[in-house]
C-alpha cells in the first residue's frame, strides 16, 4: 500500500511538472465581436499549434491543423456552444499575427509601445 502511493504521487508531481506552456490568442488579433469565452476555447485547443507558429510553422500549415481540430470538435459538441465559424475566424488571426511576429520582429520590437498606447483607448 505504501509503494502505490509512493508511485502515484511521482506519477502525480511528473504529470504536473510535464505540462506545456502553450501560446496564449493575443487579445488585439481577435474580432472585434469576439467574446472572451470564444478565446479561451480557442486558446485551449490551438496553444501548442500558436507555439509551432512562433518557432516557424508556416501559416497555412498551421490553418489546415487548426481547421481540423476545431471541425471535429465541433461535430463532438466540445466547442461549448460557439459556431466553428467563430472559432475558426479568432484562430486564423492569431495564427496570421504570430507568423507575422515571426517573419518581421523587428517591426514589433519597434511600435510594442504605441501599439499599447492605440489598446488602451
Given at each position: 500500500?505504501?509503494?502505490?502511493?509512493?508511485?502515484?504521487?511521482?506519477?502525480?508531481?511528473?504529470?504536473?511538472?510535464?505540462?506545456v506552456?502553450?501560446?496564449?490568442?493575443?487579445?488585439?488579433?481577435?474580432?472585434?465581436?469576439?467574446?472572451?469565452?470564444?478565446?479561451?476555447?480557442?486558446?485551449?485547443?490551438?496553444?501548442?499549434?500558436l507555439?509551432?507558429?512562433?518557432?516557424?510553422?508556416?501559416?497555412?500549415?498551421?490553418?489546415?491543423?487548426?481547421?481540423?481540430?476545431?471541425?471535429?470538435?465541433?461535430?463532438?459538441?466540445?466547442?461549448?456552444?460557439?459556431?466553428?465559424?467563430?472559432?475558426?475566424?479568432?484562430?486564423?488571426?492569431?495564427?496570421?499575427?504570430?507568423?507575422d511576429?515571426?517573419?518581421?520582429?523587428?517591426?514589433?520590437?519597434?511600435?510594442?509601445?504605441?501599439?499599447?498606447?492605440?489598446?488602451?483607448?
Amino acid at each position: 500500500m505504501k509503494k502505490l502511493s509512493i508511485i502515484l504521487i511521482a506519477i502525480f508531481i511528473m504529470a504536473s511538472a510535464a505540462t506545456v506552456n502553450a501560446a496564449p490568442v493575443p487579445r488585439e488579433s481577435a474580432p472585434c465581436n469576439a467574446i472572451n469565452g470564444a478565446i479561451a476555447i480557442v486558446e485551449s485547443f490551438i496553444g501548442d499549434i500558436l507555439t509551432e507558429v512562433q518557432n516557424g510553422l508556416g501559416y497555412a500549415d498551421a490553418r489546415a491543423k487548426s481547421n481540423r481540430i476545431f471541425f471535429n470538435a465541433w461535430l463532438n459538441r466540445q466547442t461549448s456552444g460557439y459556431s466553428y465559424g467563430e472559432l475558426v475566424d479568432i484562430a486564423n488571426n492569431a495564427i496570421w499575427q504570430y507568423r507575422d511576429m515571426y517573419l518581421r520582429p523587428d517591426f514589433y520590437k519597434d511600435n510594442l509601445e504605441k501599439s499599447e498606447l492605440l489598446l488602451l483607448l
